[in-house]
Structure formats: structure tokens, C-alpha cells
């Protein structure tokens, strides 16, 4: 597990690579910055001693205060040069995820919200994970400008999951809520499509993984769901604990969120202990969660104009970045 960021860094970037090969060089080169998988990204990846870890979910909104953790973490950063960000985005939510909105993307359209809609959310379709999807054909005329072309390049994805993780890259990099070069997007299923194959295929890593893996609770992609199974090699993803137990081999820092995290923190810490009884003889800290400070800098400087707040009342929908990056022209303010 010693060349765990390093195998991990080749791992992920023949992932995106093979993602992207029906792009042109252009648009391809362009995304692989943007998601922060550049040689030199990867290289401040592997040599960072102080990685924080995010857990969003996979959706073209960054609500407020949600929106907030991520420009804490830039702010992390900026006093501290040699942290990292890894921003691991859940793929396996569906679109009765009301916190986080995946099934379409608001934003303000000549000072009326507006909205796509990418899915609708009717019985049949609610329990379908957002990975199992692929991009439709959109019309784009009402996205704001600034972040058009991107939204277009995104609709040419295969799978919907990665436009929503590279959507929120363009919309966080750009506007001074992440650090272009040192933040890495990625969807947390290839990162546990990582861990079996390393499992299967290298001896000394079996040996740390497979006290994790053998009690983990292990669902597997069928069809458009998940469904559980009991063989940890046909997992697509597990359980919330095991998830960021195993992300703990990065040896982070501190993995960043809300109360909620901190609530079930202790069960993260219990999922490793139980995988890693013999914490003494092992060289890896104990996951370390940090809990966003309720302050008003991260929410304050983006709160909505009065017509937009009265507009978010009777839709029943909260302040997003996208909606911030309009109306305080966040791209050109970007520090």
C-alpha cells in the first residue's frame, strides 16, 4: 500500500482517458485540466502530505450551504500551499435525492429562474442511479453564456454522472471555490473499481483489503439500479462506512463536511478499527473528519437579490452556485 496514490494517480487517469477518447484533442484536453488530471495536477496529488476529502453528490447544482465546503477547503488552501483537494462525487444517488436535485439544473434566465430538466422523476424512474444514465440532446439557449460551451461539451459525455462531476468543476474552478490544478474530480465508483483491482491483482494489497471487502454491504449495478450481493468483486459500490474507510489509504488530512458526517463519524472510525485491528502495527492514522465552521463568510458575500429569493420561495429551491456565479459575475471576480 506504499504506491497507493500512485497507482491510484495511472489508475484513474487511464479512466478519464478512456472516457474521453471520442472528444477532440482540444475539447479533451480541456476537460482533463478542468477535472485537474494534468501531469502536473497529479504530481502535487502524489506529493501533498495534507489531502482533504469531499463527499458530494453527483448533480449539475451546488446548493448553498452545501456550496460552502468547498470554498472553505479553497480557503485551507490558500494558507497552505502544498494541500490537496479531492473532491469524490456519490454516482449511486438517485433522483429521489431531493437534497442535491440531479434530475435537472437551475439557474436564473434573464433574471427568472429557469430550469432543464434532465429526467423526470415519476415512480418508474426515481430509484435509478444517476451513473446508469447517459446525456440527452439539450437546448442550451437559455444556459448562461459563461458556462454554455462547457455545458455542451458535458452532453457529449457518455455517461450523465461525469457531466454533472465536470459541470461543477468549471462552475467551482472558475469562480474562486476551488484551485485549477490542485483539486481532483472524480466519481467515487471508479475509485472502488481501483480497490477491487487491486485487490484481484496485487497480493500485498489483498492482504490490507480484504478485512474491509469481506464485511462490507456490497451492491452491484442491475440495469439501472443497485441491487445487493454478497461477492465483493461484483460490487459497484458499498456501504457509506467501508466507502470512506478505504478512502483513509489516501491518509488525509481530514475528509470535510457537515454535521451530518460528524454525526456518523464514529461508525467510520469503528469500519476501520474492525478491518484494522492491529492499528499499532499498521502506519495509518485514524480517518480525522473537520466539520465547515457555520460562518457567514462562505455564505453571506453569495446571497440572492430580493426578486431571485422570492422566485427560490415558490419553486421550493435553495440558492445554487450557478445562480451565485450570475448574479455576483463570480468568473471575473475569481481571486
Request: glycine letters at 2%; one cysteine or more; proline letters at 4%.
Amino acid at each position: 500500500m506504499l504506491n497507493f496514490k500512485s497507482d491510484f494517480s495511472e489508475f484513474i487517469t487511464g479512466f478519464y482517458l478512456k472516457q474521453f477518447t471520442h472528444l477532440n484533442t482540444q475539447e479533451r484536453e480541456h476537460v482533463l485540466e478542468t477535472l485537474g488530471v494534468t501531469p502536473s495536477a497529479i504530481n502535487e496529488f502524489i506529493t501533498s502530505e495534507d489531502i482533504y476529502i469531499t463527499l458530494p453528490h453527483a448533480s449539475m447544482n451546488v446548493f448553498f450551504p452545501r456550496a460552502g465546503v468547498s470554498r472553505y477547503v479553497y480557503d485551507l488552501q490558500n494558507s497552505n500551499k502544498n494541500a490537496f483537494h479531492l473532491r469524490f462525487f456519490l454516482t449511486h444517488t438517485n433522483f429521489s435525492d431531493l437534497n442535491w436535485r440531479p434530475y435537472a439544473w437551475w439557474f436564473n434566465n434573464g433574471g427568472k429562474i429557469d430550469k432543464l430538466t434532465f429526467f423526470t422523476r415519476n415512480k418508474k424512474k426515481k430509484h435509478n442511479i444517476v451513473y446508469s444514465l447517459k446525456p440527452n440532446e439539450m437546448h442550451s439557449a437559455s444556459v448562461d453564456r459563461r458556462l454554455r460551451h462547457d455545458f455542451d461539451t458535458s452532453m457529449k459525455f457518455k455517461r450523465i454522472s461525469l457531466s454533472f462531476i465536470y459541470m461543477t468543476a468549471v462552475q467551482e474552478v472558475n469562480s474562486g471555490f476551488a484551485h485549477k490544478g490542485r483539486t481532483l474530480y472524480l466519481p467515487l465508483d471508479a475509485f472502488v473499481a481501483f480497490i477491487i483491482h487491486q485487490a484481484k491483482n496485487d497480493v500485498i494489497s489483498f492482504n490490507f483489503l480484504e478485512a474491509f471487502l469481506s464485511q462490507a454491504q456490497c451492491r452491484r449495478l442491475n440495469g439501472e439500479e443497485l441491487s445487493f450481493t454478497s461477492e465483493w468483486r461484483d460490487a459497484f459500490i458499498f456501504d457509506n462506512f467501508t466507502n470512506i474507510a478505504l478512502l483513509n489509504f489516501f491518509q488525509p488530512a481530514a475528509f470535510v463536511g457537515g454535521e451530518k458526517m460528524d454525526n456518523y463519524w464514529h461508525q467510520v472510525i469503528e469500519k476501520w478499527k474492525m478491518a484494522l485491528p492491529n492499528q499499532s502495527e499498521v502506519e495509518f492514522a485514524l480517518p480525522t473528519n473537520l466539520v465547515m465552521p457555520a460562518v457567514q463568510e462562505y455564505i453571506y458575500p453569495y446571497k440572492p437579490s430580493s426578486d431571485i429569493a422570492e422566485q427560490l420561495i415558490k419553486n421550493n429551491i435553495p440558492y445554487s452556485l450557478t445562480m451565485a456565479i450570475q448574479e455576483h459575475d463570480l468568473f471575473s471576480k475569481k481571486e
